[in-house]
């Protein structure tokens, strides 16, 4: 897959490291909010073996207040200019406005990760026209509801094939938009409107979407369907975060997107060799 000029081959998984510039993000809020802490942190992970670095100025984390356009424009852009002239990575823009796309793209993103998945007002018409002029793929994430409300409304008869036909009715929405069938990645949204059942659902029957031959993104990082599972908080779900990591790459997950991307790249390499032994 392309990513405005520079390929990808996914033949191993690759990491997605978090950078979250928000104040009240579920895990970093609040450590971010300086340039040189973004630049460190992004080198850090770079450094650690990340492919892609995610941009989020908008925390989506259940019951996660929304911010205005200008907001989180005040937020990513500086950190994605900074990013984009001193270190060489791909950066992800993590939102779903379409004036934070556009200006994403401008300032150096190379992929669209939209937990709404281009529902909003013109982001449809907006993704599409990066994907045309420059060659900006977009990540379609399922969730059900909104972050306000989707923990209400985990209500499924059967995830597997509602999640299934969600991504077949967006790729479709994409595809007539003026999307290629290369310029589209899928994410089964984990812990977004899902109880605990649905997630490990979702985890252990993750290779049944590798059916749209499109890089599945997989992301479970210190959520709470590891510290619910554990009992454990937050800062103590390393154990569990790699042990989602390990089984969604297992699955066929294309990107795992992590906070701890040295941990992660230990994974990644163990499960390539494994795959690539007879």
Request: contains cysteine; negative net charge.
């Amino acid at each position: 897959m392309v990513f405005r000029d520079t390929k990808v081959v996914f033949d191993t998984p690759k990491v997605m490291g978090i950078l979250n510039v928000t104040p009240d993000s579920f895990s970093d809020g609040g450590q971010y909010t300086k340039i040189d802490d973004v630049l460190f942190k992004a080198e850090s992970m770079i450094t650690s073996g990340a492919t892609f670095i995610d941009i989020g100025g908008e925390s989506t984390r259940p019951g996660a207040k929304s911010v205005s356009v200008n907001e989180e424009l005040d937020r990513v852009v500086p950190a994605i200019e900074a990013i984009h002239g001193k270190l060489e990575t791909l950066i992800s823009i993590d939102t779903s406005k379409p004036e934070v796309m556009q200006a994403a793209v401008d300032a150096g993103a190379s992929l669209i990760n939209d937990v709404r998945a281009l529902s909003l007002p013109n982001a449809l018409e907006v993704a599409s026209n990066l994907a045309k002029t420059h060659n900006v793929p977009t990540c379609l994430m399922h969730m059900k509801g909104t972050p306000q409300t989707m923990q209400n409304e985990a209500i499924y008869s059967d995830i597997l094939s509602e999640v299934t036909d969600f991504f077949e009715s967006k790729i479709k929405r994409c595809t007539n938009a003026g999307f290629t069938y290369k310029q589209l990645l899928l994410d089964p949204g984990f812990g977004f409107g899902k109880t605990i059942e649905h997630n490990y659902q979702l985890l252990k029957h993750l290779a049944e979407f590798s059916q749209f031959d499109m890089p599945i993104i997989s992301g479970t990082s210190r959520k709470s369907m590891i510290g619910n599972l554990l009992n454990k908080p937050i800062d103590q779900r390393l154990t569990g975060s790699i042990a989602t990591a390990t089984l969604a790459a297992m699955s066929g997950a294309s990107i795992i997107r992590v906070h701890d991307v040295e941990e992660t790249m230990d994974v990644v390499k163990i499960v390539a060799k494994t795959l690539s032994v007879d």
